[in-house]
């Protein structure tokens, strides 16, 4: 394949209705959402209100918004241009969910804040089921230029048939997916940054092992952790680097031995302007 593309767009529309209550239409445009006839697609990325000051340092947000998982990191990451963060990249939790969240800060500083969301769990679809997912984050900032966020969520999925089960209708299992995340960054503002994230991801009974009955059922557990940093050799060139590990199952069955990925980007950011880069990678 050899041609021009256009991986990314947006089209935003970000409105104060008063001093309480902001909105955001977001439209995205990408390289995936093609029409049946091959044209290039767009879907609503962002649909929301938010109620600012809902209680004193406190905001509710309703509608079609970014979820808890991975804001702060992608923030620090800085070249989402270049690529989504690990979770994001992966599939463990998507950037974007239908629901209502809760988050502020617990201290005047904001060294210490929160977020929590309660949303159906399919991304910026429609809700197919009844189950929801259920997300919390905590963000650190004890020391100055450095932060921390520890994350985790439960998506509630419908219970599956025990292959073991002799009964008609069979006796169901729990198939339900916890996540948890940790990461870490420091930075200097026009110097140099770096920054770590990792994550454990477990759904229940997510693995049926042996040819035939009885069966053990065992919890599926993917693991992954993202290294990144860049410097600043001036205002206008900055290097940057990334290396990411995944492990989509860590079964130590031959299996799933060779099921495991190592990342890395390399590039160059050419600040042609204030907020207009070239980024060869």
């Known amino acids: 394949l050899n041609g021009f593309n256009i991986r990314r767009a947006y089209l935003t529309y970000d409105n104060d209705i008063s001093c309480c209550f902001t909105s955001r239409f977001r439209l995205e445009m990408t390289d995936k959402e093609n029409l049946t006839d091959g044209k ?10 938010k109620w600012k ?10 509608g079609i918004q970014p979820t808890p998982a991975f804001e702060v990191s992608e923030k620090a990451w800085g070249y989402r241009a270049i690529e989504k963060t690990i979770m994001d990249l992966r599939g463990i939790v998507s950037s974007r969910d239908f629901g ?8 005047e500083d904001g060294n210490y804040s929160y977020s929590l969301m309660y949303a159906n769990g399919s991304s910026t679809g ?27 969520d439960i998506n509630g999925k419908a219970d599956i048939n025990d292959p ?3 009964l008609k209708p069979a006796e169901t299992i729990s198939n ?51 290294i990144f940093a860049s410097y600043n050799f001036s205002k206008t060139v ?5 290396y990411d590990s995944f492990d989509p199952n860590t079964l130590s069955e031959d299996a799933y031995k060779t099921d495991s990925r190592n990342y890395f980007i390399f590039g160059v950011d050419y600040k042609l302007d204030k907020n207009f880069s070239v980024m060869p990678n």
């Open 40 to 49: 290039i697609g767009v879907f609503v990325k962002d649909a929301y209100v």
């Open 53 to 62: 000051g809902f209680i004193t340092g406190h905001d509710l947000t309703i």
């Open 100 to 107: 209502i969240a809760l988050s502020g800060k617990f201290d």
């Open 126 to 152: 429609l809700e197919k089921n009844k189950f929801k997912r259920y997300y919390a984050q905590l963000t650190l900032k004890q020391i100055k230029n450095f932060q921390t966020t520890l994350y985790t």
């Open 164 to 166: 073991n089960s002799k």
């Open 176 to 226: 339900n997916t916890i996540t948890y995340a940790l990461f870490a960054g420091y930075a200097e503002k026009d110097k140099y940054s770096i920054g770590f994230e990792g994550y454990s991801q477990s759904t229940q009974n997510g693995v049926k092992k042996g040819s035939t009955a009885p069966y053990t059922m065992e919890n599926l557990t993917s693991i992954g952790y993202t």
């Open 238 to 242: 900055v290097a940057f680097g990334r």
